[in-house]
């Protein structure tokens, strides 16, 4: 895909989140955090159809990209074993400092330019998607397809409660049935080479599911065929303000998946 100036944009983004996370002491005990591409594109692509400064797009930007590194840093801890290494619950602890030091960030940053109004948006986000994870692994939700729609949502509501605060919902489909696809994605990934992954898990164990693991793959993978077929849809109604998004989908729609896909089979 051809470089424009809004990926020149998000690559300056991407070096100010990460001179905003360095931290010379958590460096030392666990991995630097992932910032997620897609969210990044979402996010960016969203505000700069906005009349917002360039200088706020870029603090709401940051701003969610903290919060939504804040939770992922959280979702990493694994509970605590009895008999464990020092330096393996040292690691896990650090780790939860870690969130909670990068969702204090996003705060600060916004409170800088006394944003409240911004600042109650993402901790309401954040408040729902942690409600969301904790009903999905208690099993609250009494069919796949409800599992899905509330994994739907704490893959993008960041994104959904940013673009809903600028007056600019209409990315939110694509952006959640796209989010919900790499979700998918990656559990698929991790479940074929025997890494950890808490989705299958779920279904594996769900008392309502009942599948085994094979079952579990076949489920994930209809919805992921199902969410790019949903996605390729809600980007024929994007206004043409969102091209480079649009661009930017449709080339990993085809290398992401089809072509995966693709070799999935044949493999």
């Known amino acids: 895909m051809s470089v424009n100036n809004t990926n020149v944009n998000i690559e300056h983004l991407r070096t100010s989140i990460e001179h905003q996370i360095q931290h010379p002491y958590l460096a030392k005990y666990i991995s630097d955090p992932v910032i997620c591409e897609d969210k ?12 917002l400064s360039e200088d706020k797009q870029k603090h709401y930007i940051i701003s969610t990209m903290l919060v939504q590194i804040a939770l992922d840093t959280h979702e990493l801890v694994n509970s605590s074993t009895m008999n464990e290494e020092d330096h393996v619950t040292k690691s896990r602890q650090l780790t939860v400092l870690a969130g909670d030091y990068y969702s204090g960030l996003y705060y600060y940053l916004l409170s800088k330019i006394e944003d409240l109004p911004m600042i109650h948006t993402l901790a309401s986000a954040i408040k729902e ?4 994870k904790m009903k999905i692994y208690n099993q609250d939700f ?3 397809a409800q599992v899905m729609d509330a994994l739907k949502q704490v893959e993008s509501l960041l994104i959904q409660r940013v673009a809903e605060f600028v007056n600019q919902p209409m990315m939110n489909k694509v952006a959640g049935d796209w989010l919900l696809a790499k979700r998918l994605q990656y559990e698929d990934r991790r479940f074929r080479k025997r ?3 808490p989705l299958i898990e779920l279904l594996i164990k769900s008392t309502l599911v009942h599948q085994n693991g094979a079952q579990a793959l076949r489920t994930i993978e209809k919805y992921m065929k199902n969410q790019m077929v949903s996605v390729e849809q809600s980007l024929t109604h994007l206004p043409g303000s969102f091209s480079t998004l649009k661009t930017y989908l449709q080339h990993h729609i085809y290398h992401s998946f089809y072509l995966k896909h693709q070799a999935v089979e044949e493999g």
């Not at 990044?40 to 009349?51: H, K």
């Not at 998607?129 to 969301?132: C, F, H, K, M, T």
């Open 40 to 51: 990044l594109m979402f996010l960016t692509s969203l505000l700069q159809d906005t009349d």
């Open 195 to 197: 890494e950890n992954s």
């Open 142 to 144: 009494p069919s796949i």
């Open 129 to 132: 998607i942690n409600e969301l």
